[in-house]
């Protein structure tokens, strides 16, 4: 049997567990298109339903949310640490482009997820390059865009956009290799349920504002107005060298481009990850 938690009074408490829940017709409500929505209170991931889903046939903007994955995916093969306490997102998308748009699709997740977010927290979030979200120095958002080629062509057949918020710390802390960097929107806060379907309603809502199928714009200014790492020393790792630089920007092709013993140096999104010299922090 359900019943209402008596020790928050949000969510249920079953079988001693407490489980917060989100309801996908509350976030559909406050939705300015209407998109289908599927709200889980946990799954593996929601790239991996929202990619079977895009196979099975999906309309492009079919929702995944969940409050917790068991197997939540990261960029470059790593997992992405998802405890109770997040928000996980994933939207199913037709881009009738070259594969080449992929790219336009997490700059336009990366401008939304910021300005959804300029409605829930005095700190402006900022991105850093590729495709994190930063606010206070802290990494709070992580986003992965996955996806599949019409077969012998170069255009999409589907892509899926993944969207990972760290909302509140988690009870035990990040794990060691996250803990220096990773942070939550709203600290320890504990977030109730209606705020956390008002901002994935907020984060849907700027996405598709951005985003067509047709068309898809990339949201670069604001992107690039907000990029974190512009002015810092970073390091990276390229042809089995570490390198040291200092960042110039992000171009109007999303290359960051840095100044490395004096030449103009120009990174392609995807090709190495970036981290900010703490040693060397400039701002
Ligand atoms: C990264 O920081 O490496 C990207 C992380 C992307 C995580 C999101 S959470 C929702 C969606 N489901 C997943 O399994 N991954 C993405």
Redesign the pocket.
């Known amino acids: 049997m359900d019943l209402p938690c008596a020790l928050c009074g949000s969510g249920r408490f079953i079988f001693g567990v407490i489980l917060t829940l989100i309801s996908a017709e509350n976030i559909t409500q406050k939705l300015k298109k209407a998109l289908p929505v599927t709200a889980l209170e946990s799954v593996?991931?929601?790239?991996?339903l929202?990619l079977k889903a895009a196979r099975d046939g999906a309309i492009s903007g079919t929702t995944f949310v969940?409050l917790r994955?068991t197997?939540?995916?990261?960029?470059?093969g790593?997992s992405?640490f998802?405890p109770q306490g997040?928000l996980?997102?994933?939207i199913v998308l037709r881009p009738q482009t070259e594969a080449s748009a992929a790219l336009s699709v997490t700059t336009a997740a990366a401008t939304a997820v910021c300005r959804a977010l300029d409605g829930f927290c005095t700190e402006k979030p900022m991105i850093k390059w590729v495709?994190?979200i930063y606010i206070a120095d802290r990494?709070v958002?992580?986003?992965?865009t996955e996806g599949a080629f019409v077969p012998n062509s170069t255009r999409l057949d589907y892509a899926v956009v993944?969207?990972?918020?760290n909302l509140t710390e988690p009870a035990g802390g990040y794990p060691p290799e996250i803990a220096d960097k990773a942070g939550a929107v709203f600290g320890k806060e504990n977030v109730p349920d209606e705020i956390k379907e008002a901002l994935a309603a907020a984060v849907l809502n700027e996405f598709f504002a951005l985003y067509d199928d047709a068309h898809i714009q990339n949201g670069l200014e604001e992107y690039r107005r907000r990029s974190y790492l512009d002015g810092k020393t970073v390091t990276y790792q390229k042809d089995g060298n570490t390198h040291i630089a200092r960042v110039l920007g992000v171009d109007e092709s999303v290359h960051l481009v840095l100044e490395e013993n004096g030449q103009k140096i120009f990174l392609e999104a995807g090709e190495v990850s970036v981290c900010v010299n703490k040693q060397l922090k400039q701002h």
């Open positions: 593996d991931s929601t790239n991996l929202g969940a994955q197997a939540g995916r990261g960029r470059l790593r992405f998802s997040g996980y997102l994933s495709n994190d990494k958002c992580g986003i992965l993944g969207i990972g918020l």
